[in-house]
């Protein structure tokens, strides 16, 4: 692994400790290590896989999600996750978001969400809370912010959960659970950024942050769980189902249409009758 | 002798189900045929008009002479085809059609049953033996239908009317994007995704339907970002991989296609162009999305793109294209139209059943996915299969895949990619040639219009009229060594397209200095006939 010299976010970015936790669940995963793939996206969150030895494929702003979807139909040998910041899974790649999850298959979706566009300098991204004002929303954010668990809850995701990027070793639980959950699994971990958010601090969040005990029963408490945003924060897993159906994807990989299947489809000459 | 037919009706009048009735049964009983279709962007209603040429030769376009039978399901197939009726043609009206549509509710209790009944009544008119249709075993068409039709050609006094005789040796049947959907998985495609879009859907459709038996998978996109998106994963992760959409949609993937660019992923892309800008005519055709294709995706990388003029030209390009996306680690497009998917021909040349599978190295834990080497392809290796890590990046990139902003670097990433060209102008497809060689006159051009400039070429000559028809199956990268033995310096050159500004004459000049004197355009969203084009083309031959 690079130093952390090398690595491309500010001093104090809750991404350093993600990428701890993230560098360790992959150590500790009983899977090894080729067999993992990260899918990104771009921005400061979208960044990560460079810095874990691990196979990626970090590609467009918004699209980390249809990679993900495309690579473990083709693979369903391997471990997918996505990871990207809000603004790349809930507005560039919001339409993704909400089909990828409709899909039904075993990937996990991994979001810093720090509620503000970091690396083009501090616009509103879909989370940000209202009034929020910058450059671009001179007058405050006019928009009701989105609610990724909530949509993801609505949607039939079957593990949703939140974490913070200040409490590490619950955030490893809730890693290292998503991806071992056989299925669609959402963690939206809250992500302080130093540089452009300075409402939602780490000491914000200690503030507010409070572990659930277990999962909520059904999916509506879970959705009324997801809603809550004020003086407590919920972080946890708020949904879990674990009969949830997911989807099988056939193996592909190292196998070929048979030659007789091909010279009836595409070689075989019309038939003359008598 | 020839007979052409045209079968005029609203949308969901059955029209399309006498085309593929008739032409399974033409096919089955070896007759020369074409058939293609014009029809409107509803489901219901409307005016729509089946076009089927049937012939002692093989043809593969549209004649363009006055019609032997105009079979009317609407009042509107009069008003607009009744005046290209030949003069000895047969005009099947309305309510003969109706009288036929009685006898199907009352003979078979099925009003559909009409359709069958009207393939039925075209083959008595063309001289068809009716115990021929006996033989017919595999085939899910009941006997007693088609007898019920070859009744209302006696009664009417049509039978044997336009007699053609069945001359075809053995061949397949295809229609344009079955004949792409076969070769793409020839070339070992074993991944598609797409969102559907006319005229593009059909090759899904045909992909999906292998799917459901076969090692391959089809996955329908939300959009086509996601779906070029898919397709580059897949890629990544060890399959071939296809997509298809037409412009509109393609001007969505683009981005994708840049990083195809970028990130070296292998991905071949079927524009089937329809006509533009915007939504144009959805179901028409037009050969518009030359320049888009050659243009799109920002940034700077290699592309090759292939216009296949025949079936066999495209089942055994998209099986090309599979392997030069592999072996040069970028997109490869097919431009092809919806005159050519939506024609159903005959195919009478063998295609080589193998297919070809991508070949991967395993490597160990010092791979480097971008390693420079001299030809600028690097070893393709994907996750999971060995030591290697495999590490992709769309940002500039070392030659492990890590971003960087070094400007050395990023120069010899640069030259790296367009390295690739080298192997691409050494891998083309020669244009195909034609007519009279020694004619001063040559007529080029691409892509679908090829078996009707052929034909035309055919018929001037036989009129005693010489010119040389110049086809490319590939439109880009242009080389020297693709025109040379045709010696076109001194020769007056033509460009037949349908588009309005004629994009490939354009690409001629820009590449290879060659300067096209006339272009005969269409653009009215129709396909060129062989009679029209003979008749614009005789204007400009000495």
Request: aromatic share 8%; hydrophobic share 40%.
């Amino acid at each position: 692994m690079g130093a952390r010299k090398d690595i491309a976010w500010c001093p104090g970015c809750g991404n350093f400790p993600i990428r701890d936790v993230l560098e360790s669940v992959l150590k500790e995963l009983p899977v090894p290590p080729g067999k993992v793939v990260l899918t990104s996206g771009i921005g400061q969150a979208a960044k990560m896989p460079q810095y874990l030895d691990v196979n990626y494929f970090n590609g467009l702003h918004g699209r980390a999600l249809p990679l993900a979807v495309g690579i473990k139909l083709a693979r369903p040998d391997l471990t997918v996750i996505a990871y990207s910041g809000d603004g790349c899974n809930y507005s560039e790649g919001g339409n993704h978001f909400i089909h990828t999850i409709r899909r039904r298959l075993d990937i996990t979706i991994l979001t810093s969400n720090n509620q503000v566009y970091g690396l083009t300098k501090g616009q509103s991204s879909p989370t940000t809370d209202p009034g929020v004002q910058n450059l671009l929303d001179p007058r405050g954010n006019d928009n009701i912010p989105l609610n990724p668990l909530a949509l993801a809850l609505t949607l039939g995701a079957p593990f949703v959960a939140r974490g913070f990027a200040g409490d590490k070793d619950h955030l490893k639980t809730l890693i290292r659970d998503a991806v071992l959950f056989k299925g669609t699994a959402l963690v939206d971990i809250l992500q302080p950024c130093v540089s452009f958010n300075k409402i939602n601090t780490y000491s914000w969040y200690r503030d507010r942050v409070h572990k659930v005990e277990k999962p909520a029963e059904g999916r509506a408490e879970a959705i009324g769980l997801a809603k809550v945003w004020g003086p407590k924060i919920p972080i946890g897993v708020l949904f879990r189902d674990d009969s949830a159906e997911t989807r099988e994807p056939k193996t592909l990989f190292g196998k070929s249409v048979a030659r007789e299947a091909m010279e009836q489809m595409a070689c075989a000459k019309c038939v003359m009758m008598r | 002798m020839e007979f052409n037919v045209l079968i005029g009706g609203q949308a969901g009048q059955g029209m399309f189900s006498v085309e593929l009735e008739l032409t399974e049964i033409l096919s089955r009983l070896r007759y020369h045929f074409f058939a293609t279709k014009n029809y409107m962007s509803r489901i219901r209603g409307g005016h729509n008009f089946h076009m089927i040429r049937v012939a002692e030769e093989p043809v593969h376009a549209l004649s363009g002479v006055p019609w032997d039978l105009i079979i009317g399901l609407d009042t509107e197939t009069e008003r607009y085809h009744r005046a290209d009726l030949s003069a000895s043609g047969i005009f099947l009206s309305q309510g003969q059609v109706k009288e036929m549509e009685q006898a199907a509710r009352e003979r078979f209790e099925q009003i559909t049953v009409t359709n069958t009944m009207l393939a039925g009544l075209i083959l008595s008119v063309i001289g068809c033996p009716p115990e021929r249709l006996y033989g017919i075993r595999d085939i899910s068409l009941n006997q007693d239908h088609l007898a019920a039709g070859f009744e209302f050609a006696r009664r009417w006094g049509l039978e044997g009317r336009c007699p053609v005789e069945a001359r075809a040796s053995a061949h397949c049947k295809f229609d344009g994007n079955q004949a792409l959907a076969l070769g793409a998985l020839l070339g070992g495609c074993q991944f598609m995704a797409g969102y559907p879009m006319t005229p593009a859907t059909s090759v899904m459709h045909y992909v999906a339907t292998v799917a459901l038996e076969h090692p391959v998978h089809f996955e329908q996109a939300e959009d086509e970002i996601s779906a070029v998106n898919m397709a580059l994963g897949a890629s990544y992760a060890g399959l071939r991989s296809l997509v298809a959409t037409s412009g509109g949609g393609f001007a969505l993937m683009q981005e994708g296609v840049s990083l195809a660019g970028m990130t070296e992923t292998p991905v071949v892309i079927i524009v089937a162009q329809r006509p533009g800008p915007a939504t144009g005519l959805p179901t028409r055709t037009e050969q518009g999305d030359l320049n888009f294709v050659l243009h799109a995706g920002h940034g700077e990388f290699p592309r090759v793109i292939y216009a296949p003029g025949s079936l066999h030209e495209a089942m055994t390009l998209a099986r090309k294209a599979f392997d030069v996306a592999d072996r040069c680690q970028t997109p490869v497009f097919i431009l092809t139209d919806q005159y050519f998917a939506d024609s159903v021909q005959m195919m009478t040349e063998d295609i080589p059943p193998e297919i070809i599978r991508r070949e991967y190295g395993i490597f160990d834990g010092s791979y480097r996915r971008y390693s420079l080497t001299p030809s600028g392809v690097s070893p393709l290796a994907c996750p999971g299969t060995g030591e290697a890590l495999v590490k992709v990046d769309s940002d500039e990139h070392d030659d492990e895949g890590k971003i960087t902003e070094d400007p050395g670097l990023r120069s010899r990433m640069v030259e790296k990619r367009l390295k690739k060209f080298d192997l691409l102008r050494k891998d083309v497809v020669m244009p195909t040639f034609s007519g009279d060689p020694e004619a001063d006159v040559i007529v080029i051009n691409w892509g679908s219009n090829r078996m009707i400039v052929d034909e035309a070429v055919r018929r001037l000559a036989a009129g005693g009229a010489s010119a040389g028809a110049l086809h490319f199956g590939q439109v880009y990268p242009l080389t020297k060594e693709m025109v040379e033995p045709w010696n076109l310096a001194g020769k007056r050159i033509i460009a037949v397209e349908n588009n309005a500004m004629g994009q490939f004459a354009g690409l001629l000049k820009r590449e290879l200095g060659i300067t096209v004197s006339r272009r005969v355009l269409k653009y009215n969203g129709e396909c060129f006939t062989v009679r029209e084009l003979c008749q614009t083309l005789r204007n400009h031959l000495p």
